[in-house]
């Protein structure tokens, strides 16, 4: 099942590997085979807004391109509108936020935040209200890894906290939409480097512990070779061999290539390692303009070939 | 009571911070210092590259480093909440507190754990008088005050005096509002989980003071000049706007700011470089000519991408109003041992920055 037939995908994966330029690639890659797609970005972000041109983050939806959305939530908004549709108790909820005893309590409670979060999007897929907008997919950028694994693991810290109530339930329902695997995939993004990938090793283990395996493991920032294989950079190096004119030229090729060949190491890692998950390879785009729609033809030629 | 100094290494994440922290580490242990570094990215990636094959919440000794000596452990956030918790209550208290669920719950995944955590062991390091400088690597943060505010907010949740009025309503009028706050509050949380967090705060009314007290030195020491922040960042993802949000951050917060670690800088190519007749006379076969087009175009793009790196470390330079800065060279196939890490040592404080 592609990654783009489910209705949520979380973007997860170590920080600096590029999730929320994944994110955004793979939203463009959904409008592209005739979607309609929302970036969802948590906590206030809005890293993905400026690559499409739109400035500062909105609790309202906003085209970002055609067919493509983003969404920014935070913990404040997603609870007023957690009290409005859950427990209708419009204004109460946000006047109880305003005391700062209650604000404390939200803040105590572990996994709060993120099921607030998870909460509103779960809603927007299973529970639309009239007026609510349609989409077909629903990228969650998440936080790095640990923070990504906390956000997953949510429901689980609430549930053993909460026995019964609201919360319970909350947590309960979105559990098993997470664990949902034809509704909500997840997308392990990482670098073609031996650290970034021994990392995302030990995440896809973890999330396999969580009941919500990965579903693609995406390469972020993938090069070419410096030298066409055959002959290859050790029979090309052999042949500027000898020539004292030609060190500084072999050092350049040495460098590269060493570059090069520890791209393949990493990346034979993963095939090693994750033989079954799917790895797909994107490209080190230079302009910051042209990453998301770079990447996301490249994902849409990809998850679905015409 | 003077502390050691405190070098912090912030960034955003995959900037290779913690090699960074690890490598300034090992500059001063070489430049004579006793030096301390703390990681606590749950990755075990400085010990790899300290050859440790574990690290833990003791500081563990790294050979080969002096005239120094360099030690290195990584936070262990439950082993640092139990003994934080072990050294301000009693015995029985404490033991209370670790079997509460709640706590439990609060240790291991409340955010904002982890970071009130780290500066909890930097100040027990700092004031331990064993070092003369701790060098903290930070977790990945989209801002700098993130770890600042963090433990802060982990405080106020640990401060009863917050929490009394909600947990203990009293009489009164505005009792009478917070009480039915309360009931609402329980409708939507559960009511077992108010009995738990009841007796949390119970338990934790005893060392409140000592929490109280203990923070108040730790934002002292975050605030002294013997405090410096670095900020690190990956020399082909500068994330200029972040680094310099960062910096508006430290800045407001009146934080020494230290100066920018770039990482992974590529040399300038320095030539002479055969032209194209020379590379088809080595290479005449006519299967070897798109090698002789690439190979002749690596002078060219190895020279983009240095001149690339520079541009964009004076441009920093430029937005910071002239904060020094020190290009680290880049290491094809990352760093994995001490001798690696050493490479590193003479593009580091305390050597003088890099003329750019």
Redesign the interface.
């Known amino acids: 099942m592609s990654l783009l037939d489910r209705r949520v995908v979380v973007v997860t994966g170590?920080?600096?590997?590029g999730r929320s330029s994944v994110s955004a690639g793979l939203a463009v890659a959904a409008a592209r085979t005739g979607r309609r797609a929302c970036v969802v970005e948590l906590s206030g972000?809005a890293s993905v807004p400026p690559m499409f041109g739109l400035r500062g983050r909105s609790f309202d939806f906003r085209e970002a391109a055609e067919g493509v959305f983003v969404w920014s939530l935070t913990v404040p908004e997603c609870l007023d509108d957690f009290g409005k549709r859950k427990?209708r108790?419009p204004g109460?909820?946000r006047r109880?936020f305003r005391?700062?005893?209650?604000r404390?309590?939200v803040?105590?409670?572990?996994?709060l935040?993120d099921l607030l979060q998870l909460g509103k999007i779960e809603n927007l897929v299973s529970e639309p209200l009239a007026g609510d907008p349609h989409f077909d997919l629903l990228v969650v950028d998440a936080p790095?890894?640990?923070?990504g694994l906390?956000l997953l693991?949510a429901p689980r810290?609430m549930s053993?906290?909460?026995?019964?109530?609201?919360?319970?339930d909350l947590a309960g329902n979105i559990g098993t939409f997470l664990e949902d695997d034809t509704r909500t995939g997840v997308a392990v993004v990482t670098?073609p480097?031996?650290?970034?990938v021994?990392?995302s090793l030990?995440l896809v283990a973890e999330l396999e512990e969580l009941a919500q395996p990965a579903d693609a493991m995406l390469v972020n920032r993938c090069f070419e070779p410096?030298?066409?294989t055959p002959?290859g950079p050790a029979a090309?190096a052999e042949?500027?061999g000898g020539?004292p004119?030609?060190a500084?030229?072999s050092a350049?090729?040495q460098?590269?290539s060493?570059?090069y060949?520890?791209q393949s190491?990493a990346l034979s890692l993963l095939a090693e390692r994750v033989p079954s998950l799917p790895r797909l390879s994107l490209p080190a785009v230079d302009a910051p303009a042209r990453i998301p729609h770079v990447i996301g033809a490249v994902l849409a030629d990809v998850l679905e070939p015409s | 009571m003077t502390h050691a100094h405190v070098d912090v290494c912030c960034g955003v994440g995959g900037t290779g911070k913690t090699t960074t922290a690890a490598a300034l580490a090992l500059a001063f242990a070489r430049d004579g210092e006793r030096v301390v570094v703390l990681t606590i990215d749950p990755a075990r990636r400085l010990a790899d590259a300290l050859g440790l094959d574990t690290l833990d919440n003791l500081p563990r000794p790294v050979e080969g480093v002096g005239p120094g000596t360099l030690h290195a452990l990584m936070l262990d956030r439950k082993r640092t909440w139990d003994a934080l918790i072990t050294k301000q209550a009693s015995p029985e208290t404490a033991r209370e507190l670790m079997a509460n669920p709640y706590y439990q719950a609060v240790t291991t995944r409340l955010s904002g754990s982890h970071e009130y955590m780290a500066v909890e062991k930097l100040h027990e390091l700092a004031i331990q008088g064993d070092y003369d400088r701790v060098i903290l690597d930070t977790p990945p943060a989209q801002h700098v005050l993130d770890f600042f505010r963090a433990p802060e907010r982990i405080r106020g949740i640990l401060d009863r005096s917050l929490m009394r009025g909600l947990l203990e309503p009293g009489t009164g009028l505005r009792a009478a509002a917070t009480r039915r706050a309360l009931g609402v509050v329980e409708r939507i949380a559960g009511a077992g989980v108010m009995a738990d967090i009841r007796a949390f705060f119970a338990l934790v009314g005893e060392i409140s003071p000592g929490i109280r007290e203990r923070s108040a030195a730790v934002a002292k020491l975050l605030r002294s000049d013997r405090c410096r922040y670095w900020l690190v960042s990956d020399a082909d993802a500068p994330e200029r706007n972040d680094l310099l949000g960062f910096l508006d951050e430290l800045r407001t917060q009146d934080m020494a700011f230290a100066g920018f670690l770039v990482n992974r800088v590529q040399a300038v190519p320095r030539g002479p470089f055969p032209d194209r007749a020379a590379l088809d006379a080595l290479f005449d076969d006519a299967t070897w000519r798109d090698v002789v087009a690439d190979l002749e175009a690596l002078p060219e793009r190895a020279r983009a991408r240095a001149l690339a790196h520079r541009a964009a470390a004076r441009e920093l330079v430029r937005a910071a109003g002239g904060a020094p800065v020190w290009l680290v060279p880049e290491v094809p196939g990352g760093i994995r041992t001490v001798e690696g890490l050493s490479r590193l040592a003479p593009h580091l404080p305390p050597r003088p920055p890099t003329p750019l």
């Open positions: 170590k920080g600096g590997v972000m427990l108790l109460l909820v109880l005391i700062e005893a209650t404390t309590f803040d105590a409670i572990p996994g935040h790095a890894t640990g923070h906390t693991s810290s053993d906290i909460a026995k019964a109530g609201p919360f319970h670098l480097e031996e650290l970034p021994s990392e030990e410096p030298v066409p002959p090309v042949g500027l020539h004119d030609l500084s030229l350049l090729l460098q590269a060493d570059r060949a520890a190491k």
